[in-house]
């Protein structure tokens, strides 16, 4: 069925492919590329394929194709469009058809619900029978195993976590009488007496191994495998199904001895679950035995009159004053005055415990007359013989000795031969008091493993340090304990398994065979949690919600206080169907139309697609709250020029124009107002302008002062026009700043505050032919002369050694010049000198190279040289000016050009 608010339609149906294009009849990823009605891959309508046999049809323009190409999807898209349309309205159709239907799954379980009460009533008539009273009353917890064999959700086998159907071989557990599969039940005790075996059969060989019900670990001997699908009471092999009995029933009557063990059987018919008390009846008296016995079911023989026991209590003076109760009367509760033991001292005690000790010591004389009895509150009836009198042994127990009490025995110095803690060796000290030591011999000992052997004191175990390498009783992991004598612990680590049910982890101790199933249940229950039924863990996700019958209570998500009435369900409630009613805004009538404030409404994401052929976007559902519509009632209003009066809908009312112009006269005195209907303020006369009337904005006419070329900024006006204050731009006299002026000042001003307005406040940027800037501000003409210049100029003497600061004006006149003095002389001297020894120097070097290329030159064109004979070698002097010129002249120079440098620089 659909659900309301949804919508589904098949694209497949709603294609017509004899009208649909070819390239959208294709299958798959290439539409259009497989065979089409009979027509090869690739082939047209209209076109023949290129390695078709045959003249060729022409071939159409590019042009003509697309545009024919375009139609055909647009066309496409209009039939499936309609095609939709068409599936929407019958998919709408049968929704409101449908909204009271009730599925047919729920009408079978109320079938089955009343067939299943038939079949319990038929049971119970035989047990009913016997005695009056309510038949369900007397079950206990028999019904709730009668009611839940009737339900497949109920009855789960914890082995498998699957639901145990009405036809299927079963087996039932004497302590929890839990429900299993034959199968899985003999799987698990085959897999658990498996592993356990082969674990062991080393140390237990041939053990009868039992094995315990995976719900309530009821223990089973080996041969209590189930091995038979029998009925409830045993008494019937592979019973057959019959809809008229409880499932795995014989329809017998059950016949099994009652417990508690009194002698009669189960009247019931085969059943699951335990037995119900007996329904016989019985004449009985109640526990204490004062009334006369009464009629009672034997199942609930025992009873109470409520009178006072009255039996005599264990302290002998009071009476029990509980009501008739079962087994030995409670202790005394009575309190009483009491003597201790000793009778020395007395207390308010409870009367259920007389006999108690106070703390003073007994201090009576022992019978040797010495010493005093040291014993706390005793009996008074206790002899008083001293320990110490008569014949006493020596510590070793080889002398006897008799002496007065009040002498201790000696030793006797014989060895003292006891054995000691070892059992092996005997004390080799003299007779003495007290204990005797550790055993200090040295002997050879076995590791307790029987693996290694070692010398060690015999007071003291040996352990080696061998691990133990045998695997625990998990079958896991190994034992690991040093020096193991095959005992091995058992393992301590907790198992860990995922459970059966998915949920939860084995939380025992590391085991062997599969793990118990998880003894947790899962309530199920329904959205408003009134009903409930419970599942074992893990079969909450396949089991479906009870179906509830209480109404549904979730509040309303729009503005009625109260949703109409429906059943506890999941998901959304059905839309309101009530009358809005709301007040609307502005007026005092209520919306007549349906809720519309949650609406479930289908929002459709506008992507612009290639193709018809691709997928549309999903839509998505959500609850929108709608305004509520306008209201439509006539009213009657008159426009706010007062010109006409008209009906308007309610939801419309309000100050509204008729279009018409104005019309009243302007303050101007020339128009009227040309704005549309309006209403007119502070005005009594119907003819004059209001306040918000149209002001005249005719430009003014008057004419303007004199050199002002703009307009009159203000409308139409009956006074004269306001001074002219538009800003006039100009530059200054130096061109640099553009001055703004405001027209009135600049036309009404001669031509003396014309030259003060123009001209700026900054310096002027001229510079003088002396190359300094003008001095003086803003000017109009020229600057001043050059030789009032007061800058400051500096001058040097002719070598540039000297320099001396004076003004310009003294220097364009001529009057400043400054000599050079002696020193520049000698200076001048110096520098002429070392340039022309520079020079030389470098001529000379310029020659030697020269000499040298030609000589290489020479040598080139000669040829090989002859080894040339011994001559006596005539050593030559060289000067030392040209055997170190090369060095000492550029350092030379670079030392005087630093000092020179240095000079001009220090003046």
């Not at 149906?13 to 009979?38: A, E, H, K």
């Not at 002001?695 to 303007?704: D, G, L, N, V, Y």
């Not at 505050?753 to 510079?767: D, I």
């Not at 040209?882 to 020179?900: E, H, N």
């Amino acid at each position: 069925m659909l659900r309301p608010g949804y919508s589904y339609y098949n694209a497949e149906d709603s294609y017509n492919m004899s009208n649909t294009p070819i390239f959208l009849q294709g299958r798959g990823r290439g539409q259009g590329r497989g065979m089409v009605q009979g027509r090869e891959r690739g082939q047209v309508p209209g076109h023949m394929p290129s390695w078709s046999h045959g003249p060729a049809r022409p071939a159409q323009k590019a042009g003509q194709r697309g545009k024919e190409n375009q139609s055909s999807v647009k066309l496409a898209e209009k039939r499936f469009e309609a095609v939709s349309a068409e599936h929407q309205e019958a998919v709408r159709r049968l929704i409101s058809a449908n909204e009271d239907y009730e599925s047919s799954s729920e009408e079978d379980e109320d079938e089955d619900m009343q067939n299943n009460t038939d079949i319990l009533n038929s049971m119970l008539e035989t047990f009913s029978g016997n005695a009056g009273g309510d038949p369900l009353s007397d079950l206990g917890r028999t019904h709730d195993f009668l009611l839940n064999s009737f339900k497949s959700t109920s009855n789960v086998c914890l082995i498998c976590i699957e639901s145990i159907k009405k036809n299927e071989a079963i087996w039932s557990c004497e302590g929890c009488y839990c429900l299993f599969h034959i199968q899985c039940i003999q799987k698990w005790v085959k897999d658990g007496v498996y592993q356990q075996t082969a674990l062991s059969e080393e140390n237990f060989p041939k053990r009868d191994l039992p094995w315990f019900c995976p719900k309530c670990r009821y223990e089973y001997k080996q041969s209590q495998c189930p091995s038979k699908y029998l009925c409830f009471c045993g008494k019937e092999e592979d019973p057959k199904f019959d809809p008229w009995l409880v499932p795995h029933s014989c329809g017998q009557t059950c016949g099994r001895p009652l417990k508690p063990d009194c002698g009669h059987e189960c009247l019931l018919l085969c059943h699951p679950g335990p037995c119900p008390p007996c329904p016989k009846t019985i004449k009985v008296t109640c526990y204490c035995g004062k009334q006369s016995p009464q009629i009672k079911r034997c199942g609930t023989r025992e009873w109470s009159c409520g009178q006072h026991c009255a039996k005599p209590l264990h302290c002998g003076h009071h009476k029990c004053k509980v009501p008739c109760h079962k087994g030995e009367c409670p202790s005394c509760p009575e309190v009483s005055s009491q003597s201790c033991q000793c009778g020395g001292q007395k207390s308010v005690r409870p009367c259920a415990s007389p006999k108690w000790q106070c703390t003073r010591v007994c201090g009576k004389n022992l019978s040797c007359g010495v010493h005093i009895c040291e014993v706390v509150c005793h009996p008074s009836g206790l002899q008083h013989d001293c320990p110490r009198a008569g014949e006493r042994m020596c510590p070793c127990g080889k002398t006897k000795v008799s002496l007065p009490c009040t002498e201790d025995v000696p030793t006797c110095g014989d060895t003292c031969g006891k054995m000691l803690e070892c059992e092996q060796h005997e004390c080799t000290q003299r007779c003495h008091a007290g204990p005797c030591g550790m055993c200090r011999q040295m002997s050879l000992k076995t590791c307790r493993c029987s693996l290694r052997k070692k010398e060690v004191p015999c007071c003291k175990e040996y352990l080696c340090e061998t691990k133990c390498t045998k695997i625990k009783d998990c079958g896991k992991h190994p034992c690991k304990r040093k020096c193991c004598d095959g005992n091995c612990p058992p393992c301590e680590q907790q198992c860990n398994k995922a459970l059966g049910c998915r949920n939860h982890k084995c939380s025992s101790r590391c085991h062997t065979g599969p793990c118990y199933p998880c003894p947790l249940v899962v309530d199920i229950r329904c959205f408003c949690n009134s009903t409930s039924i419970t599942v074992p863990c893990g079969r909450e996700r396949v089991t479906k919600p009870p179906r509830c019958s209480v109404p549904c209570k979730i509040p309303p998500d729009c503005h009625h206080p109260f949703r109409q009435r429906h059943r506890c369900h999941f998901g959304m409630c059905p839309p309101c169907r009530q009358i809005c009613d709301k007040a609307l805004p502005g007026c005092s009538h209520a919306c007549p139309f349906m809720c519309h404030s949650a609406v479930l409404t289908k929002i459709q994401e506008k992507v612009q697609r290639a193709g018809p052929w691709e997928p549309k976007p999903k839509a998505k559902l959500e609850t929108i709250e709608h305004p509520c519509a306008p209201c439509t009632v006539p009213i009657s209003v008159t426009c706010l020029g007062k010109h006409e009066t008209t009906h308007v809908e309610c939801s419309k009312v309000g100050p509204y124009s008729c279009k018409r112009l104005c019309g009243r006269q302007l303050l101007c005195g020339n128009h009227i107002c040309q704005r549309e209907c309006h209403e007119v303020l502070a005005v009594e006369d119907k003819q004059m302008a209001g306040q918000n009337c149209a002001k005249c904005e005719e430009p003014c006419t008057k004419p303007r002062p004199t050199d002002c070329s703009h307009e009159c900024l203000q409308p139409c006006h009956p006074d004269d026009c306001q001074p002219c204050h538009q800003m006039i731009r100009m530059r200054c006299h130096c061109k640099l700043v553009l001055q703004h002026i405001e027209c009135h000042q600049w036309s009404s001003a001669n031509e003396k505050e014309r030259q003060k307005l123009k001209a700026c406040v900054s310096r002027c940027p001229k510079y003088l032919s002396c190359g300094h800037q003008c001095m003086s501000l803003c000017h109009p003409g020229d600057c001043p002369d050059v030789g009032k210049c007061n800058e400051k100029s500096k001058i040097r003497c002719k070598c540039k050694r000297k320099k001396k600061d004076v003004l310009c004006s003294e220097v364009q006149a001529g009057k400043a010049a400054l000599d050079c003095d002696e020193t520049c002389k000698l200076q001048w001297e110096k520098q002429k000198k070392i340039e022309e020894d520079a020079r030389k120097c470098q001529e000379e070097e310029e020659k030697k190279k020269h000499q040298e290329e030609l000589e290489e030159y020479e040598r080139k064109m000669k040829g090989r040289k002859r080894k040339p004979r011994k001559q006596k070698s005539v050593e030559e002097t060289v000067p030392a000016w040209k055997k170190y010129g090369k060095i000492v002249i550029p350092a030379v120079l670079t030392v005087v050009l630093g000092l020179f440098v240095y000079y001009l620089l220090a003046i």
